[in-house]
């Protein structure tokens, strides 16, 4: 099970960490990842980072503002999200998948979060 927190209503330029919390099973060998669905739009995704860490990997529309991390000693999985837009709103979802196959592709995620919306006004 994945639980998402920390979104919230900031301002433009602003920042907000978002936490997901693994329980009933270790996902210390599994690709993580955030997506996000804004309203009327698909899901997108926005950042990944395999159990290795060797890599982290960044949709091209929040590189450089977001940063991905993860604990796997806590079980945890981070996104720093830094001068925030307008068009960052929306509802975020973390994921895990036991592969490293299609890391940006939501359909290859097995585990999903419930979200945690993210509102940024201009």
């Known amino acids: 099970q994945l639980q998402a927190s920390g979104g919230g209503l900031v301002q433009a330029g602003g920042s907000l960490r978002l936490s997901c919390a693994a329980s009933?099973?270790?996902?210390?060998?599994?690709?993580v990842a955030w997506f996000r669905q804004a309203p009327g739009k698909e899901r997108e995704f926005v950042a990944a980072?395999?159990?290795?860490?060797?890599?982290?990997y960044y949709a091209d529309s929040v590189k450089g503002r977001f940063t991905i991390s993860r604990d796997n000693g806590k079980n945890t999985l981070i996104l720093q999200m830094n001068d925030l837009k307008p068009e960052d709103t929306a509802v975020y979802y973390c994921?895990?998948?036991?592969?490293?196959?299609?890391?940006?592709?939501?359909?290859?995620?097995?585990?999903w979060g419930q979200g945690t919306q993210v509102t940024v006004s201009s």
């Open positions: 980072i395999p159990w290795s860490m060797t890599n982290t």
């Open positions: 009933g099973r270790s996902f210390r060998s599994y690709t």
């Open positions: 994921a895990a998948q036991s592969t490293s196959r299609g890391w940006a592709v939501a359909a290859s995620y097995g585990y």
